[in-house]
């Protein structure tokens, strides 16, 4: 292809040179026409045409017309020849005026440079869009022979996004993919062509024009679209049985471009009911530039996406800590692909290993500190007690004294919304974990925080790709209760409110996102089954296995009858007056606890807990089944 595009800019360079004589002696023959003037002028036309030779193609290859692709002409490249084709008739003239001054030539008239100019521009532009339209009469073409092949689409969105898809559509006929119209809710762009591609309606009128116009497809170029529209969209293309995509959300377009090839099927995460986080980047920057940033727990879902997204914020170091070392390898090498300047360093470490961990942190001397790593699934941490405590408590205990002892300003522990008033040994290992982490904020007056969220859509172990398993089997998808429910979001707002919570820490805060209503199981279920092009009940079967061990009904992101306040983000709220251990009494419960793991004492480690968790519910759930997980 670069062979091939070489030839072309050779050909155009050969075309410049035929053009530039034509302009020069075309501008001597419209200021003089063919008589006895003309003549008399005549060497000093040939002075320019042999001066603008060479300085005129030198100037175009200096500012980068031979380097481009004409077939994808704008009004960028317009811009671009205007610019080139006057810088080299103001180098033209002076050196014209000093050939005319040192008498290489009697006379010239002066008018013919700005005809020459203005000839150039018109030649120098009319070729190189001339290939662009010799492309666009190539694509119109190719596409009148696939139409018998190509399917017909609609575009739900008439903003850039609808644009730049309707352009690849109509550049790529190989994708047998039509535009037949727009539909967008502004009334003033009905009626409005864009691309040759006519604006037909509103969004209401979906279901009208699927039925009238043979609609093969639908895409929804909104890379912003609220749930509301998606889910508009789902219901009357799932009753009219026609397939439908999107365009990649806003946490999928950072760093990224948006291209015909980055459409993608709606995912289950495209239903969530509510508004996607609001992004307040410049205070993220400030957090993170040139800092030196620690991520445990690298490996993880939340832990990796914290990498990806803290990367874009060009921190000075990079470092990259988990205890499974393919994880690590795989985060560390899309790391080094995506960011290679990027200074990133993979560490193997468990963060029960105290004295790992302080040499860990001694050597790399971190900024802010990202405590991601945790054991996570609620039914296999019933049947792993010893492990949770282990784990979640005693290795956030060696996270914070490790970061204390080593001056880190900044810690941010990702917390859960089971810590809440927790019926299960998951979330309550998890509440010590932030009571450690509140303690050493209070004693050290750092910005140490805790950040709370809901369920994670599509992170390792969560239920969506269980149910898309479930699917692809041909079912059943399995539900423990019909009215489950449950908060959630996306991996990439979960780590965006962890990012932005370290930009407004000042020590000791929990910080939970507004994350809207719970959303059923049940529903996210039906919701993925009909997305698949099945109907749930008909096609795939739903059976309820009955709640877990440690399972709630319902979850809360704070205790009843607590208080909370806005932060200058609006999607964040800072919790108040939450009943926490401190001092020596958590240092104390903190070291049995470990003791009791230490000795595997399963029994004593629950009772425990239920003592020293406000409104814990441990004991009084039903021992864990294996064939409910």
Known sequence: MRVQNNIRNQYILISDLVLILASVFGSYVLR???GLAFLQYLPSAFWLAGLALIIKPLVYHSFG????????ASIQELKLIVTAVTTASVLLSFGIVGLFTLGAFTGFPRSVLVI??????????????????LAENNH???????TAHTKRVVIVGAGDAGALVVRELQKNPQLNLSPIGFLDDNPDKHGKQIYGVPVVGSLTDLEHILRTRHIDEVIIAIPSAPGRVVRLVADVCRLKGV????MPGMYELLGGKVNVSRLREVDIADLLRRETTRMQDDRIGATLGDKVVLVTGAGGSIGGELCRQIARWRPAELIVLGHGENSIFETWMELQETYPSLLARPVIADVRDLTRMQAVFSRFRPDVVFHAAAHKHVPMMEMNVSEAVSNNILGTRNVVKAALQNGVDQLVMISTDKAIRPANVMGATKRLAEMIVLDAAGRSGRSYSVVRFGNVLGSRGSVVPLFKRQIAKGGPVTITHPDMKRYFMTIPEAVYLVLQAASLGQGGEVFVLNMGQQVRILDLAEDLIRLSGLEPG???EIVFTGIRQGEKLSEDLWDEGHQFQPTPHPDIMRLLSEEEMVGE???NAVNELIRLSNEDDTAAIIDLLDILIPEAAIRSTPPPEMTSI
């Open 243 to 246: 397939p439908f995509r999107t």
């Open 32 to 34: 003089l026409e063919m």
């Open 140 to 146: 119109q073409n190719n596409n009148m022979q696939l």
């Open 538 to 540: 008909r096609d795939i």
């Open 116 to 133: 020459d100019w203005l000839l150039s521009v018109f030649m120098v532009g009319g070729i190189r869009f001339a290939l662009r339209l």
């Open 585 to 587: 009494q958590l240092h």
């Open 65 to 72: 017309l031979y380097r481009r692709l004409w077939l994808y």
